[in-house]
């Protein structure tokens, strides 16, 4: 019987550290979520990462636009050709608005994330993401973006795949919101 638990318990074991080296799931096709965060959020705390060229890219609350912060996977992700010309209509778009476009790439090859941009002639910026700065996002599934206002309070978060549609309606939304101080 002692030997019966022995298992049990290497089993227990060994499934939770498998489920705790997994990369966050893709919600399933079709099965966006939204949940409005306005007012409910912590702030996201400034960051600076590393783009595939090994430059900085970071994210300062106070002094940023109006950000959209996206966290997917341009080399692996399905609709990832479909994502990269959704953000790019986004920077586009709104851009010239004080919005800002920020992508964090959950990636660990830096040439293919490159390719990917040079592909898809992507002028926001994106950023190699790293596991802390998922954490502190706490981030749950991919592709995930969040809309945070000019002192990094999330307005908005969205888990899965959101159609252009969507992201300009939560924009224009917090475009003609109450002004901040």
């Known amino acids: 019987m002692r030997h019966v638990r022995s298992i ?13 080296g997994r ?10 979520t939204a949940s ?3 007012g409910t959020g912590n702030p996201v ?3 600076t990462l590393k783009d595939a060229e090994g430059k900085p890219v970071g994210f300062t609350p106070g002094t940023d636009a109006l950000t959209v912060l996206e966290v997917w996977a341009p080399t692996w992700f ?3 050709d479909e994502q990269f010309q959704r953000l790019q209509e986004l920077h586009e778009r709104f851009g010239n608005r004080g ?3 920020l992508c964090l790439a959950y990636e660990t090859d830096p040439p293919r994330v490159r390719q990917a941009i040079a592909d898809h002639a992507a002028l ?3 950023a190699l993401g790293e596991e802390a ?3 502190m996002l706490e981030l749950q599934s991919l592709p995930t973006t969040w809309i945070l206002d000019r002192q990094g309070r999330p307005l908005q978060r969205l888990e899965g795949f959101h159609p252009l549609e969507v992201l300009e309606k939560h924009l224009e939304e917090a475009l003609s919101g109450p002004s901040e101080e």
């Open 8 to 20: 049990v318990g290497i089993l227990l074991a060994l499934a939770f550290l498998t489920a705790c």
């Open 23 to 32: 990369a966050p799931e893709a919600p399933t096709p079709g099965q966006p």
């Open 36 to 38: 409005p965060a306005q």
């Open 45 to 47: 705390p400034a960051f």
């Open 78 to 80: 399905e609709q990832s």
């Open 99 to 101: 919005v800002r476009i």
């Open 124 to 126: 926001f910026d994106v």
């Open 133 to 135: 700065t998922f954490d």
